[in-house]
């Protein structure tokens, strides 16, 4: 099963948006959305500060960037894909 990561903060309305964007397309796809605070963890917050949202395929200490800021549904949908296949 694929593993999308959400990195995201409370206060964030861009996280919010991504948050929203990804789910139906993780489900489309049957994967599964872990959504991680990088507030809650000083080497997130010191790794991307401001730079949220990240939405990446697998962990943050391995896993691929998707997009930042904004959902990009073209990167997302050919990362599932490929991991599909």
């Given at each position: 099963m694929a593993v999308l990561t959400l990195l995201s903060r409370s206060y964030c309305h861009l996280c919010d948006e991504m948050r929203d964007a990804v789910h139906p397309v993780a489900q489309r796809y049957a994967a599964a959305v872990i959504e991680v605070d990088v507030?809650?963890?000083?080497?997130?917050?010191?790794?991307?500060?401001?730079?949220?949202?990240?939405?990446?395929?697998?962990?943050?200490?391995?896993?691929?960037?998707?997009?930042?800021?904004?959902?990009?549904?073209?990167?997302?949908?050919?990362?599932?894909?490929?991991?599909?296949?």
């Open positions: 507030d809650a963890y000083p080497d997130l917050e010191a790794a991307f500060g401001e730079a949220v949202p990240v939405l990446m395929l697998g962990a943050p200490a391995d896993g691929v960037e998707l997009c930042r800021y904004h959902f990009d549904r073209g990167a997302v949908e050919r990362a599932l894909r490929k991991f599909a296949s």
